[in-house]
Structures are given as C-alpha cells and as structure tokens.
C-alpha cells in the first residue's frame, strides 16, 4: 500500500488593496495553490448537522496539510474543475495527536 496523499487546490486567499468611502477594507482574491488537500465527500451527519447550523449544504471536507498557515474560513476554493466556498469554523486537531499529515479541516458548499 502506498503513502496517502492529497490533490493540489487552488485557494482564493483575500489581500486587502484599500478602503472605500466608508472605510471599509476593499479586497481582491488571489489564487494561491496548496499542495497535499485531501478532499472526501462530507458525510450525511455532517451535512444535517451544517445545513441546520448554517443553512448551507456540504459537499466535501477538505483535510489541510500540518503547518499550512493559510485562511480557509469563508475562503473560495477551486478543485475538480469547480469552485467552491468553505463555511463554518476551520476544525483544528493538536498536530502532534494527529498521526498522519493533516490536523486541520473545513466544509465547503458548491460556489457560483
């Protein structure tokens, strides 16, 4: 059996650029590719359970990589050739309780 190991995604990281005239901060999004993203389907538990949190539906969980330090809450995501978008709370697991190489997970709903 060999080693596990995840799919390159695109991740959609926001960079403020300035603020409007309200002071609010303006952002654009600028890909960014994260290696080693492991992407299953999101279980049907997992779906009721957000779907009642946050009135969306998970399509897939993607494990992030140890030491990625990149935002993934309220992120867009590209993979399989579509794009996504993350919601909820990023799952974090003490990385040295984690036995593989993934402590991190967040659902994503389909986007666009």
Same mark, same amino acid.
């Given at each position: 059996?060999?080693?596990?190991?995840?799919?390159?995604?695109?991740?959609?990281?926001?960079?403020?650029?300035?603020?409007?005239?309200?002071?609010?901060?303006?952002?654009?999004?600028?890909?960014?590719? @994260?290696?080693?993203?492991?992407?299953?389907?999101?279980? +049907?538990?997992?779906? /009721?359970? *957000?779907?009642?949190? %946050?009135?969306?539906?998970?399509?897939?969980?993607?494990?992030?990589?140890?030491?990625?330090?990149?935002?993934?809450?309220?992120? @867009?995501?590209?993979?399989?050739?579509?794009?996504?978008? +993350?919601?909820?709370? /990023?799952? *974090?697991?003490?990385? %040295?309780?984690?036995?593989?190489?993934?402590?991190?997970?967040?659902?994503?709903?389909?986007?666009?």
């Amino acid at each position: 059996m060999g080693k596990i190991t995840g799919i390159t995604v695109t991740l959609y990281e926001k960079q403020q650029t300035g603020v409007d005239g309200a002071h609010r901060p303006i952002y654009k999004e600028v890909p960014v590719k @994260v290696d080693n993203v492991i992407v299953y389907p999101t279980s +049907s538990d997992d779906i /009721v359970t *957000e779907t009642d949190l %946050e009135g969306k539906k998970a399509v897939y969980t993607l494990c992030i990589p140890k030491g990625d330090t990149h935002n993934w809450e309220n992120s @867009v995501v590209e993979f399989f050739d579509h794009k996504f978008k +993350s919601f909820g709370f /990023v799952q *974090e697991f003490q990385e %040295e309780l984690v036995p593989l190489s993934w402590n991190k997970k967040v659902l994503v709903d389909r986007y666009g």
